[in-house]
């Protein structure tokens, strides 16, 4: 995966717009948005998602917004990297336990 996005942001927020604007012309979410995603050249899937993405983070739907979801993120990565630090405490203060007991471990 690259670093940049395939499309920019101002699309982005273009296409979902479209989609939720011009929702009542068409018989279903999945027909609107499959109507807009060949317009924009997409895939409908990625449109869907961008709108999906769009009514959690508005409140209309249910779900972790982008900032939640985000900040899940990084929380989650501190847990784990406290988890690693902790274990190489644990294991440091076993190896000076023994060392100064002078036992060997077993």
Do not use: C, H
């Not at 779900?63 to 274990?87: C, F, I, S, W």
Request: hydrophobic share 30%; proline share 4%; net charge positive.
């Amino acid at each position: 995966m690259s670093g940049t996005p395939r499309y920019s942001p101002e699309l982005r927020e273009r296409a979902v717009k479209m989609v939720q604007e011009r929702r009542q012309d068409y018989r279903s979410d999945w027909a609107t948005v499959t109507a807009f995603s060949k317009l924009f050249g997409m895939s409908p899937e990625t449109l869907r998602t961008w709108v999906q993405r769009t009514q959690v983070d508005q409140g209309s739907r249910p779900g972790l917004t982008t900032d939640e979801r985000t900040r899940l993120k990084e929380l989650e990565r501190e847990v784990r990297d406290l988890r690693r630090a902790n274990a190489i405490l644990k294991d440091a203060s076993v190896f000076f336990a023994t060392e100064l007991d002078g036992q060997t471990r077993r």
